[in-house]
């Protein structure tokens, strides 16, 4: 038989099934995230269900990632021990919950007086902060990523206006992370309040005030609704971290091309959850404003009181080898990104302003 004739009739008229392409069965690894958010939470909990997108659709059906909100499996803060423990495979939180933990988890999220997004990006990214990151979930059996970030909280919501340090003596306030224990130093009764229950906490009095996260998800959570006073600027969280950790054993049994789908899930959530953020809050500001919210500065004497509580909260944990290598680290990188943004990007926006206005 003339070969092209056979080739034509096999390819074409089915003859030969043995040429035929073989089905390949395509197996699916299912991850379950836990997260410290509840269902929908603005900002916050889109961070989390965009990292499993983009991980199943990068999969194509090959790893598939389910995301549960907080108290669907477990509770809001239980997360980090879940996934530790193996009970679920990672969770999506702000790693200052944990500082119960390790102190040192705060800089992932946000530590007084401390990091922009910008300035965090730098240090994570290029200045050995993934990699601090690293070492230290897997004290925890974990592999942590940064996968998210709210820019510069809010100061806070309070139930009168704040005229100086001593309006912080005795007052209930929702704070989590370093920052807390500052308020605390300054005498407040700080309480950590997972961010679905916090509205109910201020409309029934259990606490006089809170931080969430800024204008646009503030606006989302109706705070305005209980209060007026509304401080734009806090010392707290200049930048604040989300991280997606996976159980490190559940990790390192995962090929390597579904190792790297999570980091760059992570990576790209973090950017997006950025951006997201800069861009709903001027807008929602307005809208607070425009609705009668007191927008409002702390006095100087407040910012002096700030700084005094932050050294000494810095000062009880410096006797830990970890907490001080990543905080010397962590500074000397802060200061070197201020100094360029400070001569640069600073200065650029302050002329640009100053000429459009």
């Given amino acids: 038989m003339d070969r092209r004739k056979f080739l034509t009739s096999t390819v074409v008229g089915g003859g030969a099934t043995a040429l035929a392409a073989p089905a390949i069965a395509q197996s699916t690894t299912k991850l379950v995230m836990v997260t410290s958010w509840g269902r ?10 965009k990292v499993a997108d983009n991980i199943n659709a990068m999969s194509d059906g090959s790893l598939e ?19 530790s423990s193996g009970q679920a495979d990672m969770y999506h939180a702000a790693d200052y919950y944990f500082i119960s933990q390790h ?8 530590v007084p007086f401390g ?8 240090w994570y990214y290029h200045g050995g902060g993934m990699e601090h990151h690293h070492s230290l979930g897997e004290i925890f059996n974990l592999k942590s990523f940064l996968a998210g ?14 005229t100086g340090p001593e309006d912080f003596v005795g007052l209930k306030f929702r704070m989590p992370g370093l920052g807390g224990q500052v308020l605390t130093t300054m005498g407040a009764s700080v309480q950590n309040i997972p961010g679905a229950e916090v509205y ?5 009095g259990a606490i006089d005030g809170t931080e969430w996260i800024g204008p646009w998800a503030d606006e989302k959570a109706g705070f305005f609704e209980i209060t007026k006073f509304y401080y734009t600027a806090g010392f707290h969280e200049p930048a604040a971290g989300l991280s997606l950790a996976c159980n490190l054993d559940r990790f390192n049994e995962l090929s390597p091309s579904h190792q790297a789908m999570i980091e760059v899930a992570s990576g790209h959530a973090n950017l997006w959850n950025m951006s997201q953020y800069l861009y709903n809050n001027g807008a929602a500001l307005r809208r607070l404003a425009d609705g009668g919210v007191q927008i409002l500065e702390f006095p100087d004497s407040v910012w002096d009181a700030f700084e005094v509580a ?8 410096m006797d830990d080898e970890i907490f001080k290598s990543i905080y010397d680290e962590f500074t000397v990188s802060m200061l070197d990104s201020s100094a360029w943004i400070n001569r640069s990007i600073s200065t650029y926006r302050r002329q640009r302003d100053r000429v459009l206005s």
């Fill in 40 to 49: 929908g939470l603005a900002g916050v909990f889109d961070a989390a269900q």
């Fill in 65 to 83: 990632i389910e995301v549960k909100a907080a108290g669907e499996l477990v509770g809001a803060f239980e997360v980090f021990d879940a996934v």
């Fill in 103 to 110: 102190p040192a988890f705060a800089f992932f999220t946000g």
């Fill in 115 to 122: 990091m922009t997004a910008t300035e965090l990006n730098n």
């Fill in 149 to 162: 970030n709210t820019t510069s909280q809010a100061g806070g919501w309070f139930r009168k206006e704040i």
């Fill in 200 to 204: 109910q906490a201020l409309a029934s």
């Fill in 310 to 317: 932050t050294q000494e909260t810095f000062a009880q944990y």
